[in-house]
């Protein structure tokens, strides 16, 4: 039991390593043109823990993807930081599985678009050279400690109340089965594993 036991842990945080790397090189192709109103999340299942990972455009969590300037734009970033920190709030899951937050890493990333001549030439004639050039991104890391992560079965979204500017998540799921894709929306925002 002890062996397969930590096969079983070595299997699930190694797919979520292959998760957590496939996104960060998702991220650094994404310094260019990325899609606003989509997300990506990762949840790994192991034993009675689950991790997630959470990436998404300032323009969906806040409405503006340059560096916070006004009162208002930065109250509307430390709520939503604050909102983010609360993940069951926003990724539900059955109360039988008895899931508790043990950590919440949120933070905003503000990352360089790669230089298009076409859009630098418009932005510089538009006076906003700076806002084109940037965009930030939140990304937040969870632990969840659970009673029966069995029981997690499903998972509804009210990220999607929270966050207006949200359409899309695409959603990877690790667990004992393997590796799963989904894709959860404002309109089909139910995921069943």
Known sequence: MGLHHHTGTLFAAGMFIVISTAHAEEDRRELGPHVHGHGTL???FEANNVQMELAAPGMDIVGFEHEAETAEQKSAVETALADLKEPLKLFAMPDSAGCTVTSADVKVVAEEHEDHPATAEAGEAAGSEEHEAHHTEFRATYALACA????????????????????????TVVDANGQTAFEVSREARYLER
């Open 148 to 171: 029966d992560t069995a029981q997690a079965a499903w998972l509804d979204f009210p990220f999607f109340d929270r966050f207006a500017g949200s359409a899309k998540l695409g959603v």
């Open 42 to 44: 990762a949840i790994a």
